[in-house]
């Protein structure tokens, strides 16, 4: 038998008795066998923790991945109908070219068409008023007749008027 005698370790009452060296073996065996069971868990926590954070990683790379498809597609996408929105613009802008130019025509032929009808009109209109003036200097109509006479007259002066203002207005346009 063997006695030990340590009492800085704390173990004083498993060393200070006497014991046989086959129970101090056995358990220091299991002391050993305890270490060796607690750094295996140790080792296998550590190696569980590893994979779990392992996993978390991929999960959040394939969240990445996933989000950048998503955002891709939906780039893509946008990109798409931006694509049909420049179609259409240009086709409106083409459109609005035509007309613009449609408009154009039509109102250089209505310029010319009132400056023709403008010169027909005149000349029977001057002839319409010469009669007219002429007629109201003779005495031989009766005042209602002499009230007509007026209103033709009054009416051929507002529309040669017309006329004439029409005209310079277009040929103002015309010279921009």
């Given at each position: ?85 420049a179609t259409a613009l240009k086709r409106s802008k083409q ?82």
């Amino acid at each position: 038998m063997v006695t030990l005698v340590s009492t800085k370790s704390g173990a004083d009452d498993f060393v200070s008795k006497t014991q046989d060296m086959e129970v101090i073996l056995a358990h220091i065996k299991s002391l050993v066998r305890r270490v060796r069971m607690m750094r295996h868990v140790q080792a296998s926590n550590e190696k569980t923790y590893r994979q779990e954070m392992a996993l978390r990683e991929s999960e959040w790379r394939g969240q990445q991945a996933e989000e950048r498809a998503k955002n891709a597609e939906t780039r893509s996408a946008l990109y798409e109908e931006l694509e049909k929105i420049a179609t259409a613009l240009k086709r409106s802008k083409q459109e609005l070219e035509i007309a613009k130019e449609t408009a154009e025509m039509a109102n250089r032929a209505k310029s010319k068409f009132l400056a023709n009808m403008s010169h027909e009109i005149r000349t029977p209109m001057n002839a319409i008023l010469g009669f007219s003036q002429l007629m109201l200097r003779d005495q031989d109509f009766t005042p209602r007749q002499c009230q007509y006479l007026g209103t033709i007259n009054r009416s051929g002066e507002h529309l040669l008027a017309r006329l004439a203002a029409r005209r310079s207005s277009t040929c103002q346009r015309t010279r921009r």
